[in-house]
């Protein structure tokens, strides 16, 4: 059993800064990827990545957001972090920490995801 605990997010000004965090737990033998996907509210909105940090290899963004949005991985803790800064209202959503894992050395790579942590960018 694995679970994915996210913390930080919340509400915000336009402008302003937001973190987040999340550490994966339990029967972990390798975590191989670790990232942030996002859903916006309203109809036809999907899920997308916005950052990803493979083991080993430094973080990959989506293009919108490469210049707000740094990640960055504690192997160790199995944490990954993300620190947005100048947030604008477009990036309201709910942020899904995801998680590529094995539990155990002979098995298979799966997905894992996260509660989901709200930000809202607003004045």
């Known amino acids: 059993q694995v679970q994915l605990m996210e913390s930080g997010g919340g509400l915000v000004q336009p402008g302003g800064s937001l973190s987040l965090s999340c550490t994966a737990s339990?029967?972990?033998?390798?975590?191989?990827?670790m990232g942030w996907y996002r859903q916006a509210p309203g109809p036809g909105k999907h899920r997308e990545l916005v950052?990803?940090?493979?083991?080993?290899?430094?973080?990959e963004y989506a293009d919108s957001v490469k210049d707000r949005f740094a990640g960055s991985i504690d192997n160790h803790q199995n944490t990954v972090y993300l620190q947005m800064k100048h947030l604008q209202p477009e990036v309201t959503a709910i942020y899904y920490c995801?998680?590529?894992?094995?539990?155990?050395?002979?098995?298979?790579?799966?997905?894992?995801w996260g509660q989901g942590a709200p930000v809202t960018v607003s004045s």
């Open positions: 995801n998680a590529v894992i094995r539990t155990r050395s002979w098995g298979s790579w799966q997905d894992y």
């Open positions: 950052g990803s940090i493979h083991r080993g290899n430094p973080p």
């Open positions: 339990g029967s972990i033998f390798s975590a191989n990827r």
